[in-house]
């Protein structure tokens, strides 16, 4: 198991957290996506997000993160489900900024105004949706206001991607903890000085740190138990079926003209840059299914 996520809960079972490498899955993505290094790092910690987000779902469900911006990258959007499976892209994969410093500035690419987006589908007959305004666009603060503010669940996150001078995503991954009721304010307090003095989730990656030793560092002193871990993957749900059904949710109007103008369309996935390529013989099966 490359990626993997590990979810914990103290002894009191007053707080929960997960922690996850997520290496293999970015790099997927961002290969696929072509990302810059900026987009490489905002894209990444957007999919670690998701996938801590999926790990909190029930059998089946599946959660959507969409987040917007006033910076170049313009949008990102994250699919994650209970299994471990995740996607995502962003609105403009070539933007690379640098802080001062000369750290990726995920922040100034997302843009500080905007909305972070959440959708879960649970399964019922409605879903549920929460949205909160873009605090820093760093992503993991983003993430921490949504849960304590639309979930009521005092959250802390932390997310890392690191990026290295040809491009490639060479770690990535990051952690989860959550405060439940009744609350533990000691316990807490206790978190938040060793969330503070963490090294960078990255570093910890790039020196061998598994999951399961994030987790033993940030809760030493404090029993706990391992609840499970779970493989994660990058892993697309498009098919040939769906974009079907999204070509017929154009109308007749534009799938006669597309019927007259190729002899073949191709569509490309937003999500994972598969293209499908449909011949006229499909679109006409298609417009006669329109009747």
């Known amino acids: 198991m490359s990626d993997y996520l590990v979810r914990i809960i103290t002894k009191t079972g007053n707080i929960r957290a997960l922690a996850c490498v997520t290496t293999d899955l970015v790099k997927e993505a961002c290969q696929r996506h072509g990302t810059w290094p900026t987009a490489a790092a905002a894209l990444g910690r957007a999919l670690t997000a998701g996938a801590l987000m999926g790990a ?7 959660i959507a993160l969409k987040f917007e911006g006033n910076g170049p990258l313009k949008k990102i959007l994250v699919e994650a489900d209970s299994n471990g499976a995740v996607r995502g892209c962003v609105g403009v994969p070539e933007v690379h900024l640098l802080t001062p410093d000369g750290k990726l500035d995920v922040g ?7 909305f972070l987006s959440v959708t879960k ?20 603060e983003d993430l921490a206001l949504y849960l304590t503010e639309s979930e009521q669940t005092p959250s802390a996150v932390g997310l890392g991607v690191f990026v290295e001078p040809d491009q490639l995503v060479s770690a990535a991954g990051g952690f989860l903890i959550q405060s439940l009721p009744p609350g533990d304010e000691e316990t807490v307090d206790l978190l938040m000085e060793k969330i503070n003095a963490l090294p960078p989730i990255t570093q910890l990656l790039r020196d061998g740190k598994t999951p399961e030793e994030i987790l033993a560092i940030l809760f030493d002193g404090i029993p706990y138990q391992i609840l499970e871990k779970r493989a994660l993957a990058f892993q697309c749900t498009c098919s040939k079926v769906k974009i079907e059904q999204a070509l017929v949710s154009l109308g007749k109007e534009e799938l006669a003209e597309m019927v007259s103008q190729k002899d073949e369309t191709e569509v ?4 994972c840059r598969q293209v499908w390529k449909l011949t006229r ?7 006669a299914e329109l009747g």
């Open 56 to 62: 909190l779902l029930k059998t089946d469900q599946r």
């Open 121 to 140: 589908d649970l399964g019922m007959k409605d879903t549920y949706r929460g949205m909160v305004q873009l605090l820093s666009g760093e992503i993991a």
């Open 108 to 114: 100034r690419g997302l843009g500080k105004a905007g």
């Open 268 to 271: 490309t996935c937003e999500y």
């Open 281 to 287: 013989e499909d679109l006409e099966r298609l417009l």
